[in-house]
């Protein structure tokens, strides 16, 4: 259960665990749904550089489900989270330059090694969640907006939209990290974390319904 020192992924979110069982079962089933949207998305892309794409969303959102399904004592279950946003970042970036045949300027390709140095650093020194959280975010928009212009119409359309659910995202963390207790304390048998969870699902649907067709 979150509290106001840390936010352990996946111990600290806000649903109760379950001594046996699923860990946490509302949690696990809302990520169930999301991998089935993300599944059908895959299944439907016709070009061989948005599939990695989205295939690493759904290895995200699978290790995600397993997570709440399980526990594992330690920091693996952190790491591997960890490890598949960057999957989904450069993956992200596979597609956008087989889209447009073109590499992010030097200016932006040293920025974006900035922010993975500060990501590398903050996960090393045991640094808290939401700091992994906003810098592999920060990579995933300042590469949407660096391609923007040279995006079809229909993700362009999309893409504040992608920006406010990943602050929503962030925002609902941030309450989750401070208030959870507070909220358990009101309706202790309400798994908050699922708020969390469906606006992932937001973001996810958002995503890969404007990216499959890229």
């Known amino acids: 259960m979150g509290n ?8 600290s ?4 665990v379950q001594s046996s069982g699923v860990a946490q079962p509302f949690s696990f089933w809302v990520n169930f749904i999301n ?8 299944l439907q892309t016709k ?14 959102e ?10 594992i004592p330690g920091l693996i279950q952190t790491y591997v989270a960890h490890g598949l946003s960057y999957c989904i970042n450069v993956t992200l970036l596979y597609a956008f330059y087989s889209y447009t045949g073109e590499l992010p300027t030097v200016p932006i390709l040293f920025f974006l090694a900035g922010v993975i140095v500060f990501d590398l650093t903050a996960l090393l020194f045991g640094y808290p969640l939401i700091f992994y959280v906003l810098s592999q975010s920060l990579i995933f928009t300042t590469l949407l907006f660096y391609y923007f212009a040279t995006l079809p119409k229909f993700i362009q359309q999309g893409v504040w939209l992608i920006l406010g659910l990943i602050t929503l995202v962030i925002v609902l963390m941030l309450n989750e990290k401070y208030n959870c207790r507070n909220m358990k304390n009101v309706f202790p048998d309400f798994p908050f974390h699922i708020i969390l969870e469906f606006a992932g699902i937001a973001l996810f649907y958002v995503i ?6 890229l």
């Open 4 to 11: 106001n020192q840390e936010y352990t992924f996946p111990f």
């Open 13 to 16: 979110t806000c649903e109760t």
């Open 35 to 42: 991998c089935v949207i993300i599944l059908y998305f895959l």
């Open 47 to 60: 070009n061989a550089y948005t599939f990695p794409l989205l295939f690493s969303i759904l290895c995200f």
């Open 62 to 71: 699978g290790f995600h489900m397993f997570s709440h399904y399980r526990h």
């Open 208 to 213: 890969c319904s404007r990216f499959y067709l």
